[in-house]
Structure formats: C-alpha cells, structure tokens
C-alpha cells in the first residue's frame, strides 16, 4: 500500500468551458512538487484580446498549497487554445517541455504562417525536448513519456506514477478518439498508438485534455484503462481497419477548431507571442487562402 501511495500523484483538474479544455496541476504528496500539464491562456478572437483568468487559477491553487512547479507539460501543439506556459513559468518557475516531434510541426506551419527565417523550427523555444520513453521526475515521483503520433506528429502521453495524461488522443470512453486529418496526422498511425496507452495496466488512471458532454452529460475528464478498453465508442470492438475507415469518414465531416490560427502560431513558440513588428505591435496572422488546404 505505500508503494501504491508512492507512485499515486494528486491530479487537480482545471475546466475552461470556453474551449472545453482541462488543465492539470499533477502534484507529489511526499514533496509538494508539481507539474502543470496544458495551461490555458484565454483569448478573445472577435477583439484580439488576452486574458489571464484561467491561468490565474492555477497560479492561486499553486500558491494556497505551497507547491514547487518543476514542469509546465504540453502534450502536443494544441490547436484550441493558447498556451499559458510561459505566464506560468513567469509566475511560477518550472521547465517548459514539449515531444522533440515539435519540429515537425514548426516545419510545416512555419510555412503555412510564412514565420521568416527568424523562426527557428528546431524546438528551441522550449527547454525540454522529450523522446519516446524518456523518463524524468516530479519530486519523487518518477515520470515517463509515450511518443503517441497520429493526432499531431508531437503528441505524447506523459505517465506519472498510476496516473496517464493523454492530451487530444483519447477522449471520454463516449467521447471517443482525436481527428487524425491535421498535417502529419494519420488514423492508423493514431490506432497503433492508442494501443500504447492500452497496454498499461487497466487500473491505470486516464486523464484526457478535453471533454464535450457528449448527450448533454455533465462534464467528466477521467476514466481508466481497463474502461477505454471495453467501452470508447471508437475503439471497443472495432480492428484496426475499421477504426480507420470510421476515423477517415468521420474528419471529413468536421470544421477546423475556432481557436486553429493564433493558437499554431503562439503555441509552436512555446506559448510566445510572435516577434513585435515595427511599430512595437505584436500580430497574428490569418492566411486569407484559409486553412483547408493543409487538411489531409
């Protein structure tokens, strides 16, 4: 039983009902270490404005309970919301981290946001690359990663103690799975990797990044294994064949996420705004050739 407590995080979620999104404060009883996985910085599209409440959130609960921010985790290049991460290393110190994969994501939307050679596309906006499989604590809780690609090619699982925070790969088991239609996104490729996160044990607790209520349900942002196994509508009973016909047929269907233009450009910089303009002014671009030619 104390091992069990030992590698037992407290998780604290943190609900912004304006992009759906759930924030993490993941935190070791033994030395009130922490790490905050996928901040929110709120942001108004109709106004071009930014503010801080959701963010504030976190900084008061931080705060209230003493904690010490070791880590500040993205698990991919969210296309949602704006990242927080730098407002919260500013507040509370911490090491931003993000897959190595991120690259590959600066690459192509360097391009599409035509960053300039300013923009360096080799992930050094943040201070932590991390690989498949790399491990790293939190206190004295040990961490892992899971390079799980299929959504984006930098998502990754990040696993401390019992506990798997999977970001956009798997929902609510009604909920069921990421659209795989983004550039570097593939639906077999995001099956396999699911089967990753699967083969944890069943008790492993499953705590994912968004939850719509489906059916009018109240809003739930964690499961486990073992019920993602037997129930998520996407992937109990279905072969891998299957899965990808249904994902394919299914992200035909969707439109891009209402927060896709400043959250790429601000998130592939690390939550960093991108450089002021002449005139002191910092701006976000909108590619008026849209974004639908970058779908799949």
Not at 95 to 121: D, H, L, W, Y
Not at 152 to 162: I, L, Y
Not at 215 to 242: P, S
């Amino acid at each position: 039983m104390a091992q069990q407590m030992l590698n037992s995080p407290n998780v604290n979620g943190f609900f912004d009902s304006d992009t759906n999104t759930v924030s993490y404060i993941v935190t070791d009883p033994a030395t009130k270490a922490c790490a905050v996985i996928d901040a929110v910085l709120d942001f108004n599209m109709a106004s071009g404005t930014i503010d801080t409440s959701s963010a504030d959130e976190i900084v008061a609960f931080v705060r209230a309970q003493e904690l010490q921010v070791e880590w500040l985790i993205e698990t991919h290049v969210h296309a949602d919301h704006l990242s927080a991460a730098p407002y919260l290393q500013n507040a509370l110190g911490g090491k931003i981290g993000i897959s190595a994969e991120i690259a590959s994501v600066q690459k192509i939307f360097g391009k599409v946001f035509n960053a300039g050679t300013e923009f360096e596309r080799d992930g050094s906006q943040f201070d932590k690359l991390f690989t498949d499989n790399d491990t790293y604590q939190i206190g004295t809780l040990e961490a892992h990663t899971i390079h799980t690609p299929g959504h984006t090619p930098a998502c990754m699982v990040h696993v401390v103690g019992d506990a798997a925070f999977v970001g956009d790969t798997l929902f609510m088991p009604d909920g069921g799975t990421a659209r795989a239609d983004f550039p570097g996104g593939d639906a077999r490729v995001l099956y396999q990797s699911i089967q990753k996160i699967l083969m944890l044990p069943d008790e492993t607790r499953i705590f994912v990044c968004h939850d719509y209520g489906p059916g009018g349900r109240a809003v739930e942002w964690q499961t486990d294994v073992g019920t993602q196994k037997q129930h998520n509508i996407h992937l109990a009973g279905k072969t891998e064949d299957e899965f990808v016909a249904m994902r394919q047929e299914r992200d035909a269907t969707l439109g891009m996420p209402r927060l896709i233009l400043p959250s790429i450009q601000v998130n592939m910089r690390a939550g960093h705004m991108p450089p002021a303009e002449e005139n002191g002014d910092t701006y976000l671009k909108i590619p008026v050739s849209g974004l639908q030619d970058i779908r799949k």
